[in-house]
């Protein structure tokens, strides 16, 4: 009930705006799960096509130095943008949403020390603390998602812990509590579902982020492991390529990262407006 009064007094803008990033992402995420018969070549064999083929009829984005399809690698790619994507948000929402409850209703030593912790690592730059970590870890998917889902738990935390700040004084929660509701009572039943609606917002902006974050990763050689194909990494390697006049190789992988990007954070900020009842009261 609350998503559909929240539709309905928004504005025409707000909702243009969530369903033209819906509709980008959409579009992305559907040619990731169609890839595997999507694409017209093997991603990860260069023995397919001739290198340096310009886009044409036989190969749509051309082919690259060792002669990867761009365009195969692109739509495989895609895939392992999700993959990471879906992994680094959830690593990400399953330690900072509880961390932020507890720390905001708790208070105390508790929340003093959760609140120290997180602000400091909320305070390295977040590619090179996503480097750090990587470094550490090593390449792979699953490694890249973890290390780019430590940069966006102080964002579930701060954000989740100031709204828990505010609702724990509601007189809704002092009943409970005066009623002798036990700590995780409260939580679940009184205080989670009043906060879960910033959720949405912070997922698909981290997203967004997530996308840049694992370019960055591969592009400096601690992302996926070669040749699995990542927009990131196949940016770097054509880097070189452009000063030549081989302009496919990097352009396409660039603007899959662009679009791909502008996608979720269209959609992060359309939700926003819907859900923030702050903004729709500004309209």
Known sequence: MRWKLSYREASGFSKAVVWTGGGIVLLFLLTALLSPWLVPYNPVDYEENQPYTSPGSQNWMGTTKLGYDVFSRLLAGSRIAFTVILLATSFAMFIGLPLGLISGYSRGKMDRFLVMVMDSV????????????????????????????????????????????????????????????????????????????????????????????????????????????????????????????IWWTSFFPGVFIVFLTLGFSLLGEGLNDLLNPLLRGKK
Do not use: C
């Open 122 to 245: 909320y305070a390295f730059p977040s590619l090179l603390l996503a480097i750090t970590v990587a470094a550490l870890l090593g390449r792979g998917v699953v490694n890249a998602a973890l290390a780019i889902s430590v940069v966006y738990i102080p964002q579930y935390f701060r954000v989740i812990r100031n709204h828990v700040l505010s609702v724990r004084e509601e007189v809704y929660v002092e009943a409970a509590r005066g009623l002798g509701a036990s700590r995780r009572i409260i939580l679940q039943k009184y205080i989670l579902f009043n906060v879960i609606q910033s959720v949405p917002v912070i997922l698909t902006l981290n997203a967004a982020d997530a996308i840049l974050t694992l370019a960055g990763l591969g592009f400096l050689g601690y992302g996926v492991t070669p040749p699995t194909p990542e927009w990131g990494y196949d940016l770097s390697k054509a880097m070189g390529d452009f000063a030549s006049g």
